[in-house]
């Protein structure tokens, strides 16, 4: 058996490496399985925003027009390389019933979204407001165009 002896300064490097890598916005996956009743279960995954929090969200493909005519939402379109990771093309905060959503849908197929994925646990728009910067997104839920 091995002892390692290593230094307070050197530990506390480590731990402060390691916590920004972790401080990168990143998908984890989540693994669901088919409900009780046999019917296939939502397709979910969880996003780690740069505050650590997580954020559960569910994952809808991209022609989904309607999305938020009747709930507000986070919304994050996706897309994914060759090897599955995910990458946020863009997050938007919005209303129910949100007018530039459709506009801002077809921005996001143009920069290379595949996937939506929707987080609804927030109850105002100063809470979608603060989700989609925590995510990395533009945060004005009336722009339409995408950087």
């Known amino acids: 058996m091995s002892i390692r002896n290593i230094s307070w300064a050197a530990a506390l490097r480590e731990l ?3 916590r920004a890598i972790r401080s990168l916005v990143r998908e984890e996956r989540l693994c669901t399985n088919t409900s009780l ?3 296939p279960a939502l397709a979910m995954s969880v996003w780690r925003g740069r505050s650590s929090r997580r954020y559960v969200v569910v994952v809808q493909p991209l022609d989904v027009p309607d999305l938020t005519y009747e709930q507000a939402a986070v ?3 996706v ?3 060759a090897q599955g990771q995910a990458l946020i093309v863009a997050a938007r905060a919005c209303e129910a019933n949100d007018a530039g959503f459709l506009g801002w849908l077809a921005a996001c197929a143009r920069l290379g979204a595949h996937e939506l994925h929707t987080y609804r646990l927030t109850e105002t728009a100063l809470e979608r407001v603060a989700v989609t910067a925590d995510l990395g ?3 004005d839920a009336s722009a339409t165009e995408l950087m």
Do not use: E, H, M, S
Request: hydrophobic content about 40%.
């Open 137 to 139: 997104g533009p945060t």
């Open 16 to 18: 402060k490496a390691d």
């Open 79 to 81: 897309a994914r390389n």
């Open 75 to 77: 919304v994050l379109a």
């Open 37 to 39: 009743r046999g019917a």
